[in-house]
């Protein structure tokens, strides 16, 4: 693979082009275009932002994405928790409707893009992996809740505003009194039906005969339905004129592509909430890339996704877009409507910017508790409480991981929700891992095995402690590790000899490594030879040539078994003495144990 | 142990206190007395402020200690890394000199001293193993150049001032033509004076036949001999007219006790700084503490350690002191001296009490010159190029995170340097662990045992691939072990079985339970089966009753021969006829491994 093709995937796929890969593709693009037009209006909304940026940040990011991503059937675009982590990071710095917070919400996509593109070249993939499955479950469903509270107000017609659970719920509580009814019909009938489509359509349709994917496709094609009925109801009545707040006249020309602002210090403001966007928009899509890539037996490269979504997000700047990321729903559409290379999303793009240039007109009169609905609909549908049972059952740390994650995203907002979580993740684990594994083992008779002596019947000596330790050492364990061995020591005042027997220790950083020498000096200083047994290959290697081997007043042993016959052959010739069996070997002690 | 003593170690040491023990703490609190006079005034310029809150500062929190902290020997006050972490905080809020710079010094230590208490109530000493020894090493180096670059003014009798080291020098060049010869004649011969002192002195003093015990207090006594000289030389040629700049008048009474100014936008504005001081300021304390506990068989109590700081740091506070916490120097003179409980620092505290009471006029004319050269040769002896030879040998990505300290340290400042060393151990141990040790296994003939296929000779089928994983399986390295699994089959085509062997496994947290579940999920739709062997009994217990066991398309095996047995008898049995002797037990293969 040469080196631009491995940057530019588009030239791997893109020579084995043919005529029905393009008919799959296209098929696929029609679908998802109906699909990604009211939810890239929705979207929009939620963030706070014009309509058309919805719809311009459905266009270039997807031509980007084709070129540049890995996956076959990832479909970019507004989403649902990124466009509420926009309107958190812009709302910091300009009022809505004002053309400030446009232009940050498009610088915002800009950083994020240089920010992913950097990440991919840098190959940091791996960074996502510091967001453990519970904090991303935990935040998804937070947000979930989040966004459909705050369409709370479009549904009711009444002006409403915060950032956090409670300043939302208090705002709308305030303006209870100013109900729009004719609004609130519509939202409310509109939520109703799609719920309605969600669970009970394609049941039906199933039962009357249609086709499983028809039944499929018409039961995602539901906010197209809603969209239609609801503004053509808003047109006829002139529903607009009744205090029915509607989308209103939107821009039908395509976005002429330049360069965002350059102000460093709305770029600096802007830097952290662009890390976080960049980060969870990447986590998100890449799940989604990776289960539909494994259905069909594909890969996707990570740290070439990174690339792909961040000259998406690049893209989308340029054209007056804010940022995006591969999106759940409208990617599985597309898979199931058989997209089969990313020129599905070229062509997915060619149909929005068609609809951009003549459709918008026929949007004027759609009611925003339409949209409002669609989002509603969508993001309680990412809403999981069962993983919050369940991780809740499997593990208590894990899920003062997630809860603290929930409850910080919903009171103090998604920022220092996702911030909250990673730390608290990464501290408990660093908290576990600080208290290493470890027991003093003995001989199992007649063998030459050794055990935890609280576990098996095993003989010790009383001049030999045996120690063995489970886990790689570390800067976070080794005070453990050294507490240990002098309090053992100071217990046992019969002992000439410890033994550290390494068979888990895959490695020892330098901190760990002081620490032997600490514990080396010490045990020294009274009277104690301290000795290493069945140390790895790769561990031995590096501890060549340091001073603690220089100053180890032990030795070394290959096995266990050795370091007991040469430190205390009495005990081993009374093991030997007691075996049970001639021929016994080592399988009745070969069963799990700590 | 009642909770009381618990709290209040003076319970248990105190009701034994004799007269020989009270003995040997006066003469230990006499000789750590006369040395701690000129550092506290040295440590108070170094912070920046007025020289008699070096005095207070080592008045009441010695009293403190003696009466909550553990350790026999530490010798509590200001030192040298916490009295520049003071200076760089308190200098972003106030000028030098202002009543505010002070304020703020005082309020620094309240805070630090309420939560160094905080963390020891809770328990939570473990914070200090963040710390890896590699970053505090690289961060006490570069704060001694950095304390010995920003006395150099004093040194050469110029202005200057700075926080890092390119400001530091870049302002010392500026004033370059300003420097008064006198000034430097005096600190220039202070600073060879006390090297000479540090090196050359005790070898001359044992040559003349001085016990080793005296010599060695003689020269800890070089700062106060150097101090007389300079003094009286100062005073006979009234050298303060002449542009050396003297101590000048101290405020010979005691300070009155007195709470700290309680405003809220200040104390949030210390409070990161507090937290990183208490930090810093702990874990240098207990590493000297633990040295000198070791060395008579006593130990010290890490969580009451940060109760016995936290209440010096808010004695210091209310007696008009800034942060304190336990030095090297002074507790090994203590220490040497013949300290046998606290009592020796309360002892001290009465000293210092005594000479703020009638000493300090005798100090009027002391150099500041002189004072700097005490700095200097004390944190010079700090720094430690040694060090980042052997980390750099040792650990390549240790000596990353080292080399990143010492640089952010001196050219950013002394709390980046401390917060980027703690960011990069951590990201770097993640790094590191996010890819999991893993091999291939196959049996070694004529044993149960199995080993890596790449480094023994050992028998695989085609149909079983047993995969053994050597580490905790967690949210950092869960997806690599996913990657490797489809990697692997993906591969193999004539695969029927993939077995996880999981002897080192001591916890799956729940990202890695969902990616087991995936890859079950994964290899049933490409007809492979998944089984697990070897899993520990705590492991196990918590697998139960999880929607991963209830799914899981395999067994669990309790031995990976079972799980050949079953899964690939005719391997097995080829095995078992190649037993190279009738009554060989595994010791070939006993060695040590990857």
């Not at 967001?131 to 409403?160: D, E, R, W």
């Not at 600080?434 to 019947?457: Q, Y």
């Not at 040539?545 to 007991?564: M, N, P, R, V």
């Not at 075996?579 to 700590?594: D, V």
Request: with cysteine.
């Amino acid at each position: 693979m040469t080196w631009l093709q491995r940057y530019l995937p588009i030239l791997d796929w893109g020579r084995k082009y043919d005529k029905e890969t393009a008919t799959n593709d296209l098929v696929a693009a029609v679908i998802v275009t109906i699909m990604l037009i009211p939810q890239s209006l929705a979207y929009a909304l939620l963030a706070g932002l014009p309509p058309e940026v919805g719809l311009y940040a459905s266009i270039l990011p997807l031509v980007a994405y084709a070129i540049f991503g890995t996956s076959r059937a990832l479909a970019v675009g507004p989403v649902a928790v990124v466009s509420l982590m926009t309107a958190s990071a812009v709302g910091e710095l300009a009022r809505q409707g004002t053309p400030e917070y446009l232009g940050a919400a498009i610088v915002l996509a800009f950083l994020s893009g240089l920010m992913l593109v950097a990440m991919g070249l840098f190959r940091l993939g791996f960074l996502a992996n510091l967001l453990s499955h519970p904090v991303i479950s935990g935040f998804i469903t937070a947000s979930g809740l989040l966004i459909a509270s705050s369409q709370l107000k479009h549904i009711l017609g009444v002006k409403a505003n915060g950032h956090t659970l409670y300043e939302i719920l208090l705002s709308i509580g305030s303006h209870l009194t100013e109900i729009n009814w004719i609004t609130f019909v519509i939202g409310a009938s509109a939520t109703v039906f799609l719920f309605w489509v969600r669970k009970g359509l394609k049941k039906l349709l199933l039962g009357l005969g249609v086709k499983p994917f028809l039944a499929d496709i018409l039961t995602k094609a539901g906010p197209v339905a809603a969209v239609a009925v609801t503004t053509l109801a808003s047109a006829v009545f002139q529903l607009g004129e009744k205090g029915v707040r509607v989308v209103g006249d939107i821009p039908s020309g395509l976005p002429v592509p330049q360069l965002p602002s350059f102000d460093s210090e709305l770029w600096l403001a802007l830097a952290g909430p662009a890390l976080l966007i960049s980060v969870i928009g990447f986590v998100e899509s890449v799940s989604v890339a990776q289960t539909l890539a494994a259905k069909k037996r594909q890969r996707i490269e990570p740290d070439q996704e990174l690339i792909g979504l961040g000259a998406s997000n690049i893209a989308s700047a340029i054209s007056g877009g804010y940022p995006v990321t591969g999106g759940f729903a409208r990617s599985v559409v597309n898979f199931d409507a058989g997209a089969a290379t990313p020129a599905a999303g070229a062509f997915t793009a060619v149909g929005i910017a068609l609809a951009t240039l003549f459709l918008t007109p026929l949007l004027t009169h759609l009611p925003q508790a339409t949209l409002a609905a669609t989002i509603i609909v969508a993001v309680l549908s990412l809403v999981d409480f069962g993983a919050i049972k369940r991780t809740f059952a499997y593990s208590k740390s894990d899920f003062a991981a997630m809860a603290a994650t929930i409850l910080i995203t919903l009171f103090f907002g998604v920022e220092p929700g996702v911030v909250t979580g990673v730390s608290l993740s990464i501290a408990l684990y660093l908290y576990r891992n600080s208290r290493p594994h470890m027991a003093i083992v003995g001989i199992v008779p007649g063998t030459e095995h050794f055990r935890n002596v609280d576990r098996h019947k095993v003989i010790t000596g009383e001049r030999v402690l045996t120690l063995r330790v489970d886990e790689s050492l570390f800067f976070a364990n080794s005070r453990f590790l050294e507490d240990k061995v002098y309090a053992l020591v100071a217990d046992k005042p019969d002992i000439e000899h410890v033994v550290l027997m390494c068979p888990a220790v895959n490695e020892i950083d330098a901190s760990a490594l002081e620490s032997l020498e600490e514990i080396n000096h010490r045990l020294r200083d009274s009277g104690v030879t301290f000795h290493l047994s069945e140390v790895k290959g790769p561990v031995m290697d590096r501890l060549k040539g340091t001073d603690f081997l220089k100053h180890l007043t032990g030795e070394i042993f290959l096995s266990q078994y050795d370091a007991l016959c040469t430190l205390d052959p009495l005990t081993a010739h009374i093991s030997e003495s007691r075996t049970p069996k001639k021929t016994a070997r080592s399988n009745i002690w070969s069963g799990p144990e700590i």
